[in-house]
Structure formats: structure tokens, C-alpha cells
């Protein structure tokens, strides 16, 4: 079936930088966009970055533009999300989703499924 | 930026219908889907497109669109359907927008 395995969380200071790994099972990895949203503790859901099946474009609200990058390798079934000057409220648990559509160049549907999430916290 | 609007909280007995909304301008004419969150649990996708259902999630579970507002309605509600319940829209400003959110309270 299909799995979404996050990993890279962990304490980072004001100003660090984390990189974030999600690690993809049971589909053809390569044929789906991908998406990173974040949940910061006792709020809702935000939108943190997509980028396309073949990396070919990629899109980031606005609070993360300019900081966090996201990335794909095809060959290791393996999504990423580079985090760099991190800040307070960029602590939240961090989970990866797998949009619904192969090969898809057009917009970002659903997220189907989740990973379990990995949870960054920004403290110093 | 466009924005979605939810209810913070919905109360109903068990047995009974829950109506969720999700108010959006022209809303209609977007594709809504609709997440379900337990506490401590990755959210889980319980409609999408306005009103399809997911394989594994009871019929029990229907959505609705139109004008301003989006429905998430759960009939003959059950203890277990108590949860935090998301919208989601894709919105050619913002991407991907969620709402904030309804926590579905079983009485």
C-alpha cells in the first residue's frame, strides 16, 4: 500500500537550517506531485510547498518563500524540504502528501495519503 | 488571498446529522475537499472533488457545493466521528488553501 515516511525533525536554533526527508513506498514515486504541510501545536493545517512529478515546477506560500526549498530525487523515491532561517513559527509538525493525479501538469488536487509527520521545533 | 471560512466548533448527538461549512467566495466554482484529523493522527481524506468519496470511508460521509458555501454533512453520527474537520480548495493566488478548521463535538 502506499507509504509516506517523514524524518529529519528535531530542536533547531532561530536561525538554523533543517532538512526534512520523506520517504515514498507503493507507488510509482515519480509519476505523482508531492506536497509538504505543516500543523503548528493546537492549530489548523497550512500549505507549505508542492512541486510537480518531475520537479519541473515548483510553488511555496508566501510565509516559507525564500527560506524553504523543495526537492525531489525519482531515483530514491525521497521528497525534501530544505528549511533554511528558520523562525519561531515555523515550529509545527511537518508532513509530507501525495497529490492524486500521474503526470499531471495541471493544478494541485487532493492529498492522498499522509505521512505521520515529523516535528520541528525552533527554540533556542 | 483567498480565504476559506469554517465554524471553530459543531455539536450534535449521536445518531443525528452533522453539517460543516466552509464558506469561500464563489466557492461553487472550485473543486472542495474535505479532511478528517484525530487527535495525534495525520489527517485522512474523507471527501474530495465537492462530494466523491474516497474507497474505505463509510457513505455515511457526503459533501456539497455551491454560491458561497461548501457542506460536509455526516449522517447518523457516531462517537467515533469526533474529530477535526478541514476544507481545502486550490485557488490560482494562493495555490492550496485549508481552512481553519471545525472540531466535531459527539454530545
Redesign the interface.
Given at each position: 500500500q502506499v507509504q509516506l515516511v517523514e524524518s529529519g525533525g528535531g530542536v533547531v536554533q532561530p536561525g538554523g537550517s533543517l532538512r526534512l526527508s520523506c520517504a515514498a513506498s507503493g507507488f510509482t514515486f515519480s509519476s505523482y506531485g508531492m506536497?509538504w504541510?505543516r500543523q503548528a501545536p493546537g492549530k489548523?493545517?497550512?500549505?507549505v510547498a508542492?512541486i510537480r512529478y518531475d520537479g519541473s515546477n515548483k510553488?511555496y506560500?508566501?510565509s516559507v518563500k525564500g527560506r524553504f526549498t523543495i526537492s525531489r530525487d525519482n531515483s530514491k523515491n525521497t521528497l525534501y524540504l530544505q528549511m533554511n532561517s528558520l523562525r519561531a513559527e515555523d515550529t509545527a509538525v511537518y508532513?509530507c502528501a501525495k497529490d492524486?493525479e500521474s503526470q499531471w501538469l495541471g493544478?494541485?488536487?487532493?492529498?492522498?495519503?499522509?505521512?505521520?509527520?515529523t516535528l520541528v521545533t525552533v527554540s533556542s | 488571498s483567498y480565504v476559506l471560512t469554517q465554524p471553530p466548533s459543531v455539536s450534535v448527538a449521536p445518531g443525528q446529522t452533522a453539517r460543516i461549512t466552509c464558506g469561500g467566495n464563489n466557492i461553487g466554482s472550485k473543486s472542495v475537499h474535505w479532511y478528517q484529523q484525530k487527535p495525534g493522527q495525520a489527517p485522512v481524506l474523507v471527501v474530495y472533488d465537492d462530494s466523491d468519496r474516497p474507497s474505505g470511508i463509510p457513505e455515511r460521509f457526503s459533501g456539497s457545493n455551491s454560491g458561497n458555501t461548501a457542506t460536509l454533512t455526516i449522517s447518523r453520527v457516531e462517537a467515533g466521528d469526533e474529530a477535526d474537520y478541514y476544507c481545502q480548495v486550490w485557488d490560482s493566488s494562493s495555490v492550496v488553501v485549508f481552512g481553519g478548521g471545525t472540531k466535531l463535538t459527539v454530545l
Open positions: 506536497h504541510v489548523g493545517l497550512e500549505w508542492f510553488y506560500a508566501d508532513y492524486p493544478p494541485p488536487g487532493w492529498f492522498d495519503p499522509w505521512g505521520q509527520g | -
